[in-house]
T-cell receptor, first 115, second 110 residues
Framework: EAGVVQSPRYKIIEKKQPVAFWCNPISGHNTLYWYRQNLGQGPELLIRYENEEAVDDSQLPKDRFSAERLKGVDSTLKIQPAELGDSAVYLC?????????????FGPGTRLLVL | QKEVEQNSGPLSVPEGAIASLNCTYSDRGSQSFFWYRQYSGKSPELIMSIYSNGDKEDGRFTAQLNKASQYVSLLIRDSQPSDSATYLCAVNNVRNQFYFGTGTSLTVIP
């Protein structure tokens, strides 16, 4: 079974430029998560989808971040414009139904460096 | 107050020793608790989950949960150099919100 796929794996951009990250969850997983992990910190949830619906986006900085999950499968996370403080690893995870006891399976992450 | 707190370490133990990792959480109604391992430059992977008070053992790993004290721990017996990683405690609270601690860095010295 293929795992969570993310692309690109690395991205270097200048501040004020836009950037987008793509995630393909494990087949059949209804719930998809986007996390941001700063160096030396644990992952911080940005947004959680159940199928196409964003059920928790309370920690997504909506002034510059946006996300979508069309058709309830792939998802894209966008930052526009990027700031220096956005440099981090962006992790995508998925789980079958999003239940409280379910394991989340993480993708390899996208490492973003904003110059 | 952070939802999940861990001692960031670093924690160093000799090979073969027991490593003890600790975590506290703030939401008393939390139901699900997880330990993830993260190697440097890699993504987190689940080691264990625990939902009831007491101990849960899986091979060399034992998770302990005390809901009254809002405390979760992970014991690694017969520690191996390959156990050197950052260990993340994660909690799912009553609102089905998932929070990670900052992680504890463990080094097992051969």
């Amino acid at each position: 079974e293929a795992g969570v796929v993310q692309s690109p794996r690395y991205k270097i951009i200048e501040k004020k430029q836009p950037v987008a990250f793509w995630c393909n969850p494990i087949s059949g997983h209804n719930t998809l998560y986007w996390y941001r992990q700063n160096l030396g910190q644990g992952p911080e949830l940005l947004i959680r989808y159940e199928n196409e619906e964003a059920v928790d986006d309370s920690q997504l900085p909506k002034d510059r971040f946006s996300a979508e999950r069309l058709k309830g499968v792939d998802s894209t996370l966008k930052i526009q414009p990027a700031e220096l403080g956005d440099s981090a690893v962006y992790l995508c995870a998925s789980s079958p139904l999003g239940g409280a006891s379910e394991t989340q399976y993480f993708g390899p992450g996208t490492r973003l460096l904003v110059l | 107050q952070k939802e999940v707190e861990q001692n960031s370490g670093p924690l160093s133990v000799p090979e073969g020793a027991i490593a003890s990792l600790n975590c506290t959480y703030s939401d008393r109604g939390s139901q699900s608790f997880f330990w993830y391992r993260q190697y440097s430059g890699k993504s987190p992977e689940l080691i264990m989950s625990i939902y009831s008070n007491g101990d849960k053992e899986d091979g060399r790993f034992t998770a302990q949960l005390n809901k009254a004290s809002q405390y979760v721990s992970l014991l690694i017996r017969d520690s191996q150099p390959s156990d050197s990683a950052t260990y993340l405690c994660a909690v799912n609270n009553v609102r089905n919100q998932f929070y990670f601690g900052t992680g504890t860095s463990l080094t097992v010295i051969p």
